[in-house]
């Protein structure tokens, strides 16, 4: 396993009001806090799953590339050389806990290192845990989250055009987010949007050129806009 030295993006623990300032000092004292109460108990599942999150979390959309490190917000960061030991530790160890009311399981475990070998640059490590993830049956949110890395891990994977990869990361869009068609109502997720997808699988039909599902989804965005939202309807 190749351990290279590389900066990333540390999740921001929201605090209504905060300073940049503050937010990094309260992510380093939970941070501490967090490493100190693993000195008694070192393996201990959920602090261990509690410290990737407050230290590996990062954004993912489609235009994502392998390799590109982000940046640590405190330069005085040194690389947390544990993150994939403790990745590691949790998948050999098949461990399932309740994190705030959700099961945190191997599907979590095997995104969250596919993640981290991306960001390195490991792909080919990558996409095998993203596939694993995705065979263990995820919960619908996080089948989302795995379904936009696969499709990144395609839409990047050359340097130049390639309508077979697009043709993949749309499938995995697909996955997540039925065909069109006209003959059936607009899908709605929520009162604000009615595609989460809908920038990527624009993009993604247009680069795949699906020129016909291209029109069709167009048209049905434009009934949806057309028709009166709920709170519309509401006297």
């Excluded at 300032?21 to 108990?41: F, N, T, Y």
């Excluded at 969250?112 to 049956?137: F, H, K, M, P, S």
């Excluded at 891990?153 to 995995?172: C, F, G, P, V, W």
Aim: glycine letters at 2%; charged letters at 25%; aromatic letters at 14%.
């Amino acid at each position: 396993m190749k351990f290279l030295s590389f900066v990333f993006f540390l999740c921001v623990i929201s605090a209504a009001h905060a300073q940049p300032g503050d937010i990094m000092a309260m992510r380093k004292a939970k941070l501490q806090k967090v490493e100190a109460a693993l000195q008694s108990d070192p393996t201990n599942a959920s602090l261990l799953w509690e410290r990737i999150n407050i230290v590996f979390k990062p954004h993912f959309d489609l235009y994502k590339r392998a390799g590109s490190r982000e940046r640590f917000q405190n330069s005085a960061a040194a690389y947390p050389y544990y993150i994939l030991e403790d990745l590691d530790y949790l998948i050999a160890n098949t461990t399932s806990m309740k994190v705030r009311n959700k099961e945190v399981s191997l599907v979590d475990y095997y995104f969250r290192r596919g993640q981290v070998y991306y960001i390195l640059g490991d792909v080919e490590y990558a996409i095998q845990d993203y596939l694993t993830a995705l065979e263990l049956n995820p919960r619908y949110e996080l089948k989302r989250q795995i379904c936009l890395s696969i499709a990144a891990y395609y839409y990047n994977l050359d340097e130049n055009y390639s309508l077979e990869n697009y043709e993949k990361a749309l499938s995995y869009i697909d996955l997540v987010m039925p065909k069109e068609d006209l003959a059936k109502s607009y899908v709605h997720y929520n009162s604000l949007r009615s595609d989460h997808f809908e920038r990527e699988k624009i993009q993604l039909l247009k680069a795949s050129q699906k020129t016909a599902r291209l029109v069709t989804y167009l048209q049905l965005s434009l009934i949806h806009i057309s028709e009166p939202t709920r709170l519309g309807m509401i006297s």
